[in-house]
């Protein structure tokens, strides 16, 4: 049985644990709510930079080799991830020696010595590189789609940053950031396997009980939207375009979010899905087609994406759309909603066997307030009907909130064709 406990230690640092005796190994987690919208409007990447900065050496282990050998000493691999709220350092440890993997990534957050600035910088700006083409621009899709959706806001810029502003870079700024945002009580320590709630504890409690900080930044609110679909065009020498169709959604804590989770799949989400059987086995115009949701304080977003041959550019948006409009007019049938619904709850009911989805679940959950154990998720899943699911498409996939981004080889005439597709689409909402 899966048990998870969560203490707030006198510095405000939330610890959970998550005890998962059936496993043999255990995940240990340090989230962070500090990512790409919280850098400076000059720094847009600083976040970023900063995860990286502190594999480079501490301390206590002056380098990253040794931060490596350190944790591969307990079994370890360590990671991180950056997005647009949230920094994650985790690894999967022995589960025999959290409290060495909680000291390893004390000297990271507490002790770094941000050394190693202009080598990391090379490697990030190759990182970046991988998004743009020939000429320097966007060609990422996920990116330009942000920057329709939250116009002249942080979530709007690339969480990587620009060429430019991560050459801007300093290690002021990146010690600044660290003073301002890896605080306590802006953290949240998990470990998840095979431990003892108690042990993980006091564990904590002896590694980072001397870790202080004051008051966290507020992240600058969305505000300003468009109030209409809108669409961007990238040229790229690719064989392929790439479609993502985004639609403005709703924040984390918004209680239609079940529905909008099973709306996706319904959509998306695997082999017998809509948008899989008419695109792919129906067309023959895609290979895949995949859809993925995007939540954050006050906003989020729902997207679909896929590649298509240029030619069969404008059908492929022709019958997205005429299927998202499906989907949000007429009911979803009964069987293939009871379908959905049981596969929603064996995904769930699956990841009981992973140690680093519970710490997901639970660590990050904590993180932003939104926790949910697996059986009260089940719960929801049982109670959303059809009805649920169609008000959120009908919500969701309104005109004025469609963005539309291509990129890839496309011509005068496609782009003049797509413009019209979604001018009929808006019309028709």
Known sequence: MIRSFTHTMLNNLRVVC??????????LAVY?????????????????????MLFRGTEDFGSSLKIENAFEAIGGAPNAATDAESTCYYSRIHPDHV???????????????????????????????????????EIDPDTIAS???????????????????IAGITREDLASHLRGFYLPGNSVVVVSGPVRSHEVFSAAEEVFGGWLGGAVPLARPVIKRYTSA????????????????????????????????????????????RLYLKLREELGIVYSVEAAIGAYDETGCLAVDLSTAPQTLAQAVEVTLQELEIIAMQAVPEAELE??????????????????????????????????????????????????????????????????????????????RVRELVAGYAAGC
């Open 99 to 137: 409290r060495r993997g909680m000291e390893i990534f004390a000297s990271m957050l507490l002790r770094p010595t941000l050394a190693g600035i202009e080598i990391e910088k090379r490697i990030i700006t190759e990182e970046a590189r991988e998004d743009l083409n020939e000429q320097g621009e």
């Open 18 to 27: 998550v005890e998962m005796p059936h496993l043999h190994a255990a995940e």
């Open 147 to 165: 920057r329709l959706l939250w116009p002249r806001h942080p979530l709007g810029r690339p969480t990587i940053g620009t060429l430019d502003s």
């Open 230 to 273: 809108r669409t961007c065009f990238v040229h790229d020498s690719d064989s392929q375009m790439n479609l993502q169709l985004a639609f403005l959604g709703m924040p984390r804590a918004d209680v239609r979010f079940t529905p909008l989770r099973m709306l996706r799949r319904l959509l998306a989400g695997g082999a017998s899905s």
């Open 32 to 52: 962070l709510k500090v990512g790409g919208r919280n850098d400076p409007p000059a720094k847009a990447g600083l976040s970023h930079f900063l995860e990286h």
């Open 339 to 416: 379908r959905v619904r049981q596969s929603y709850i064996f995904d769930l009911e699956f990841s009981r066997d992973s140690a680093y989805e519970m710490g997901g679940r639970y660590g990050w959950g904590e993180l932003m307030r939104v926790v949910r154990s697996i059986e009260e998720e089940q719960q929801a899943v049982r109670n959303t009907t059809g009805s649920d699911i169609r008000e959120t498409a009908r919500a969701v996939f309104a005109a004025e909130n469609l963005r539309l981004v291509a990129v890839g080889p496309w011509k005068k005439g496609m782009k003049k």
